[in-house]
């Protein structure tokens, strides 16, 4: 036998266990693969890339072979897939920063090879859902570490984590919050979905719920607080038929655990989620939604004077002044949080019509707005299928590109991986 013919027995072999490694690499932080030849090439999600790369390529091959890897139904959302990814790279012609266009492009790239594969894998729902509860395990670990051993965490994490990563979480520790992009709320449908059916496991519903629930209440991020209890309760209205006893008791052991959340967080950070949705503290609370309000103002005045492409990809900070940009203070970490908040309008739609256009931004309202319909459907049926989960899952996910930016390579991709499912 031939390298070729071992190569695509190889990856026939170990296809769904690649792609599953894949996945949970994109769900949890990154981390660089030699913590002492720290290159950008040698990360977790570099390798994700590479992976997920590799079974696109093994799944084109057999596809020119002859084989059918989708139904024609499933190859709307390629389609669709295909029509945003051109409105996107199409922005590369007004970029006046071509550095960060192709930073941010190859963030919409492999999301699109993570999309193929996913359509492919539709009959392993449940095994992709477990997928999002390991990485959620995974990532309360690294949050619980982050929280009450932050001296620790950080002298550790200077050898395993990548710097612009290691760089925001210390910005945000310095905040009192907790950082991580790994949208674990977006777990909840799948946990509640998998476990709760079954009686014997009740006990293990609830540890798994609190390891999700626990990193965001502690986080002191309103955003994940809005997803958490989006999470919570749409999987309360969509994913259950328990008797109204079993959904009570859980509800009354997520208030609890909620209000001693509360006074751990309270004790340890000095203030908490409470007070954050209170407006307490001005720069941090008021002066952000302030600024968020001024910063999607901005992207729609830049979207103005660039209708048809707006300014490029990853180029919106090229049109924010540099008052804006900066803020001198005497502690470092204001400074360089305000420089990092600058970089993005922090809010998908402002985004799209600033750095993409006006037709691109149509066209994401439209998709989104089809994806809404078709959503919708399935969380009428009467069946209790997993696909209501990931419906739930995500929009749960949607709810952070609404406040935060999303250039990331874990938010794009899930965004997609969860659209081929369904």
Known sequence: MNIGNRVVLFFKKNFYNLFFLSLFLI????????????????????????????????????????????????????????????????????????????KQYKNLFFPGIFLFIAIYLKEKKEKIALVFVYAAVFNFFYQFTMFFFPSFFTDVAGLFVPGAHLELVEINLGRGRVFVETYDEASIPFIYYL????????????????????????????????????????????????????????????????????????????????????????????????????????????????????????????????TKKHIFSLFQWISEESDTASTNPHNIFAQMISETGIFSFLFYVGLLGYFAKGDLDKLKAKNQSIDKAFVVSFWTLFIYSVFNPTTTLAYNSLFWVIRGIL
């Open 27 to 102: 769900k949890i932080p990154p981390f660089y693969i030699f913590p002492f030849f720290k290159s950008s090439l040698l990360t977790t999600q570099s390798v994700a890339s590479l992976i997920s790369f590799a079974l696109f390529a093994h799944l084109v091959f057999r596809q020119i072979g002859g084989e059918e890897i989708h139904k024609k139904k499933d190859k709307v959302i390629l389609a669709l897939f295909l029509v945003y990814f051109i409105f996107q790279s199409i922005s590369i012609f007004p970029a006046s920063n071509t550095i960060s266009f192709l």
């Open 195 to 322: 476990f709760s059916r079954k009686k014997k496991k009740h006990l293990f519903l609830f540890v798994l719920l609190a390891m999700v629930a626990f990193p965001s209440l502690i986080s002191n991020f309103r955003t994940r607080m809005l997803m958490l209890v989006f999470a919570f309760f749409s999987s309360f209205l969509f994913l259950s038929k328990r008797k109204i006893s079993f959904k009570l008791s859980l509800i009354s052991i997520f208030l609890v655990f909620t209000l001693v959340s509360e006074l751990v967080v309270r004790n340890i950070s000095g203030f908490s989620f409470v007070d954050r949705f209170a407006f307490e503290d001005k720069r941090e609370d008021v002066e952000t939604v302030e600024q968020r309000i001024l910063n999607i103002n901005r992207s729609f005045d830049i979207g103005k004077a660039f209708p048809l492409t707006g300014v490029g990809l990853g180029n919106y900070y090229e049109y924010v002044s540099t």
